[in-house]
């Protein structure tokens, strides 16, 4: 059980676009997703911390404005990047969780994201 | 805030045990040990919620010192398949809520 599908896998697009990263709970529901910024090599980066219906948590230095956060329904987070640039290529993965802090977090397999 | 990880990296021959720690300046509630293989996303091992708990998976098993604000996890008798960057997450308070925050992480390698 706790399968989370983050989709796409991959993306490559032009300066400019906005990209939307979906990130599902398929088995369980997930009163909270939070979604991460991961440089190679580097540890996880926390952006932000969305709770379903509500507006999400953003960690110091995260742009709102840039990177959309919508947590809809207990199986669904997405994570928009508006108006995307070559600095905002990386490996984004989200993870989901029952809710408090203790609880595990199971994590999607992630979207590199490319901007030429 | 961050844990601090030790060692930062490991090299092991197969069946060789290997010891990560995870140290805090902070006070914790709890520990979290994740494995993520390269390329992949990370994948829960355990949590420990509290001072003094071990816990075990296959043969990999970690104790958590909440005096010591620090917790160890336990690699006996590795296997190529254990090969991966091991992150500690540590539960400390922040504000009115509690957060997970992430150590660097310690990367594993088994050889044959």
């Known amino acids: 059980g706790a399968v989370v599908s983050q989709h796409p896998s991959r993306v490559i697009c032009k300066s400019g676009t906005s990209v939307k990263i979906e990130c599902r709970s398929l088995d369980f529901q997930a009163t909270t997703m939070f979604w991460y910024r991961q440089f190679p090599k580097q540890s996880l980066m926390l952006m932000a911390t969305?709770?379903?219906?509500?507006?999400?948590?953003?960690e110091q230095g995260v742009e709102k404005d840039k990177f959309l956060i919508n947590h809809a329904s207990l199986t669904l987070s997405t994570l928009t990047v508006t108006s995307a640039h070559p600095e905002d290529s990386s490996f984004y993965i989200c993870?989901?969780?029952?809710?408090?802090?203790?609880?595990?977090?199971?994590f999607g397999d992630g979207t590199r994201l490319s901007i030429l | 805030q961050q844990p601090v990880q030790s060692p930062q990296a490991v090299i092991l021959r197969e069946g060789e045990d290997a010891v990560i720690n995870c140290s805090s300046s902070k006070a914790l509630y709890s520990v979290h040990w994740y494995r993520q293989k390269h390329g992949e996303a990370p994948v829960f091992l355990m949590i420990l919620l509290k001072g003094g708990e071990q816990k075990g998976h296959e043969k990999i098993s970690a104790s958590f010192n909440e005096k010591k604000q620090q917790s160890s996890l336990y690699l006996t008798a590795s296997q190529l398949s254990y090969s991966g960057t091991y992150f500690c997450g540590t539960e400390v308070e922040a504000g009115n809520n509690r957060k997970l925050i992430w150590g660097l992480g310690t990367s594993l390698a088994v050889n044959p």
């Open positions: 993870s989901a969780s029952r809710g408090a802090s203790n609880q595990p977090q199971h």
């Open positions: 969305s709770n379903e219906g509500s507006k999400a948590t953003y």
